[in-house]
């Protein structure tokens, strides 16, 4: 009796010394919540701004999306490198080497930068989202308070110390920037660890959790899209939807990709002599080209696609069949010159324009059902994790009706991308691997 309360008494002991450093993974979890939910308004106020711009006269945006181009990739490559595209190749290529990569790719400084250069090009109207930079930003800003915890400690929580905060600062910033928990869960597991252990699962989770009271404090519990209105009856004609939705966001998907990962294939000599030797020139480049695609099309092709997905789904835009392929477009556009920026959000506009304009051939079938699947199809061939990707649309759509069709979606989707290129987000981390 003696030998177990002296036991119990040490245990209760050490339990206690690392209570404030265990509080200080607390305040991490609950600043990345923080964060998210600043940039997250950031941006939006950047582009409501780029909005009344180009509000005024249509030919502004000709000046003023390959002004901020050239300007953000001077920036990115003078004081940031490392904080370009989305920032979830960065995570990644940490997990393998954590102890070479992790102080160099997530840092304050490629915080700060990641956050101020893509205001910087949502400002010009550049076709990015802010779900991609909001991971990395919640990956660098946890890791980094490894330097406030003690060398034994690290001991005590074992080798992949600096792994499991990258890691869970990554989920919590997807579940902040999407308000959904489930999926910063699943996309941890799926796309940025590949598997799951015990002693990590508590450390992810706990962040997941912290981050999203905070989010949830200051924004409410909104779903991303707004629930949509699926009645109880299902068309006959569901399940061949489903595959066709899955096949072509399939190849649409991963044929994007190709163009991203092979663009010395494709590119003409020109341009990619302009990319490798003036690289801010080939920027303001590709800003003239984002611009005169978003003029052609009205305003449309700019920004995330944030809206646009939102009025498809509620029936109150419709947008021509051309729409999903000028969107890659714009988002190549926006992606090449290698300013931060992400494509979570412009990959769930495409998949629901795919989705619209399916409907003119299954009339039959309710709108937001279609783009419902051609969202999580091209999420899903974009990123090659179905099941982050039918969660994240669950989660944002309040979808549960929908969750057969939208797995059958993503697996066949997923599927049809392989065939065309590697999983995405995998072969841009070798990029720094190889460095």
């Not at 915080?111 to 919640?138: C, D, N, Q």
């Not at 109150?316 to 926006?334: C, E, I, N, R």
Request: glycine share 12%; charged share 10%.
């Amino acid at each position: 009796m003696r030998i177990s309360s002296l036991v119990d008494r040490r245990a209760i002991l050490r339990g206690m010394q690392r209570w404030p450093y265990f509080g200080l993974f607390l305040l991490g979890a609950v600043a990345t919540g923080l964060v998210a939910v600043i940039y997250a308004r950031l941006v939006d106020f950047g582009y409501d701004i780029f909005l009344r711009i180009t509000a005024h006269a249509w030919w502004i945006s000709l000046l003023v999306t390959p002004s901020v181009a050239a300007l953000g990739v001077w920036i990115t490559r003078r004081w940031f490198p490392g904080s370009e595209g989305s920032g979830i190749p960065q995570v990644i290529a940490t997990r393998h080497a954590v102890r070479e990569l992790g102080p160099r790719l997530l840092t304050i400084r490629i915080l700060i930068g990641k956050i101020a250069v893509s205001f910087l090009a949502v400002l010009g109207g550049f076709a990015i989202g802010r779900e991609g930079p909001t991971i990395h930003v919640g990956a660098a800003l946890m890791f980094s308070l490894r330097r406030l915890y003690p060398a034994r400690l690290r001991a005590v929580y074992g080798i992949g110390f600096e792994q499991k905060l990258a890691l869970a600062g990554a989920a919590a910033g997807l579940s902040a920037a999407f308000n959904a928990p489930l999926a910063g869960v699943v996309f941890a597991i799926e796309e940025l660890s590949r598997s799951f252990e015990q002693r990590t699962s508590g450390v992810l989770i706990t962040a997941i959790i912290f981050a999203g009271i905070v989010s949830l404090a200051l924004q409410g519990n909104y779903v991303y899209f707004g629930t949509i209105a699926i009645d109880g009856e299902f068309p006959n004609r569901l399940a061949v939807a489903v595959v066709i939705l899955g096949v072509t966001t399939g190849v649409a998907g991963g044929v994007f990709c190709r163009i991203l990962l092979d663009v010395e294939h494709w590119m003409p000599r020109r341009l990619l002599a302009l990319r490798q030797e003036r690289p801010v020139v080939f920027g303001a480049v590709c800003g003239l080209f984002v611009a005169a695609l978003g003029v052609c099309s009205r305003g449309h092709l700019f920004g995330s696609g944030y809206a646009e997905a939102q009025n498809m789904l509620e029936g109150h835009s419709q947008l021509g069949p051309t729409y999903p392929l000028l969107k890659m477009a714009s988002v190549v556009g926006s992606y090449l010159p290698g300013t931060p920026g992400g494509i979570f959000a412009p990959s769930l506009a495409i998949g629901a324009g795919m989705g619209n304009a399916l409907h003119s051939v299954f009339g039959q079938m309710q709108l937001p059902m279609l783009i419902a699947l051609g969202m999580v199809g091209y999420l899903a061939a974009v990123t090659q994790s179905p099941i982050t990707a039918f969660v994240i649309v669950i989660e944002m759509i309040n979808g549960h009706a929908l969750v057969i069709s939208l797995m059958a979606t993503a697996l066949i989707s997923s599927h049809f991308s392989k065939l065309f290129a590697p999983p995405l987000y995998e072969a841009l981390a070798q990029r720094y691997l190889g460095r």
